[in-house]
């Protein structure tokens, strides 16, 4: 059974900073490629950032340069480095890991971004 749960989240002030964590559990980690993705009220969820088992990015147009994942492979954790946060980054980001064709979602952290 594939477990991912996320933390990290909370409240920070606009240009502020944080690290979002997802810990695997049960499951060949290195294997998978891991993204966040966050959903916003009344939005769809949208890929915020992703790596694969090689260590290759990719991420979405309105995170990047400011946001930065990476993967510790043998603490089975994927991290999202948030820096320069705005109003708009606030929603609920949840960690994502696909191998083949199975794809596993934590139960999600929230971000607010607000003074």
């Known amino acids: 059974q594939v477990q991912l749960v996320e933390s990290g989240g909370g409240l920070v002030q606009p240009g502020g900073s944080l690290r979002l964590s997802c810990v695997a559990s049960?499951?060949?980690?290195?294997?998978?490629?891991m993204g966040w993705y966050r959903q916003a009220p009344g939005k769809q969820r949208e890929l915020v950032a992703a790596i694969t088992s090689g260590g290759s990015t990719n991420y979405g147009d309105s995170v990047k340069g400011r946001f930065t994942i990476s993967r510790d492979n043998a603490k089975n954790t994927v991290y999202l480095q948030m820096n320069g946060l705005i109003p708009e980054d606030t929603a609920e980001y949840y960690c994502?890991?696909?191998?083949?064709?199975?794809?596993?979602w934590g139960q999600g952290t929230q971000v607010t971004v607000s003074s």
């Open positions: 049960g499951t060949s980690f290195s294997f998978f490629v």
């Open positions: 994502k890991g696909v191998y083949l064709t199975r794809n596993y």
